[in-house]
T-cell receptor
Framework: SQTIHQWPATLVQPVGSPLSLECTVE??????LYWYRQAAGRGLQLLFY??????ISSEVPQNLSASRPQDRQFILSSKKLLLSDSGFYLC????????????FGQGTRLTVV | AQTVTQSQPEMSVQEAETVTLSCTYD???????LFWYKQPPSRQMILVIR??????QNATENRFSVNFQKAAKSFSLKISDSQLGDAAMYFC???????????FGKGTKLSVKP
């Protein structure tokens, strides 16, 4: 069976510090991968998605970047965090077939102080 | 660009009654897919129901059903016989056939009163 791992679960970082959130998927190959941010009381904002190694699509210009160094690994990064980067970050994967749903990780609650 | 709009930030329903959550979307594509996800307080995202745009028949999953109006670009979720465990944030989502990006609405917070 397929599983998705996302870590850390909680993170408190000072303004100006770097960020690295990691997401890995097991039990499948060539998945589509996604990073979302959910601000308090708001919806899911699509940040990045990837359809293959090294292929990253950015949906929103911001202080963040994403990379996919391996087929089942998706990393969200920042060189210098801003207060506005605080939020709940969710990683998701789905199979390439069009009608398949996305499966989500447990999420990372990031607080920038 | 595609957009998904959920116009009801909060809804409330009495236990055992029926509630309908609204969702509209904007797209120029003819091939796409729509989903409703539930996010309980644990914040785990759970798929509730899905609909393929090429299917005219509305999807149904037990107490959950949709009213899919393709021409109106509307995709509402009906929850029958509401239960306390249905209390959660509900998100409508659009998956474009050409790009693979999965876009969510801002969500509707559903409360269930005993």
């Amino acid at each position: 069976s397929q599983t998705i791992h996302q870590w850390p679960a909680t993170l408190v970082q000072p303004v100006g510090s770097p960020l690295s959130l990691e997401c890995t998927v097991e039990g499948t190959s060539n998945p589509n991968l996604y990073w979302y941010r959910q601000a308090a009381g708001r919806g899911l904002q699509l940040l990045f998605y990837s359809v293959g190694i090294g292929q990253i699509s950015s949906e929103v210009p911001q202080n963040l970047s994403a990379s996919r160094p391996q087929d089942r690994q998706f990393i969200l990064s920042s060189k210098k965090l801003l207060l506005s980067d605080s939020g709940f970050y969710l990683c998701a994967w789905r199979k390439r077939r069009k009608n398949t749903e996305a499966f989500f990780g447990q999420g990372t609650r990031l607080t920038v102080v | 660009a595609q957009t998904v709009t959920q116009s009801q930030p909060e809804m409330s329903v009495q236990e055992a009654e029926t509630v309908t959550l609204s969702c509209t979307y904007d797209t120029s594509e003819s091939d796409y897919y729509l989903f409703w996800y539930k996010q309980p307080p644990s914040r785990q995202m759970i798929l509730v129901i899905r609909q393929e745009a090429y299917k005219q028949q509305n999807a149904t999953e037990n107490r959950f059903s949709v009213n899919f109006q393709k021409a109106a670009k509307s995709f509402s979720l009906k929850i029958s016989d509401s239960q306390l465990g249905d209390a959660a944030m509900y998100f409508c989502a659009y998956l474009g056939g050409s790009q693979g990006n999965l876009i969510f609405g801002k969500g509707t917070k559903l409360s269930v009163k005993p």
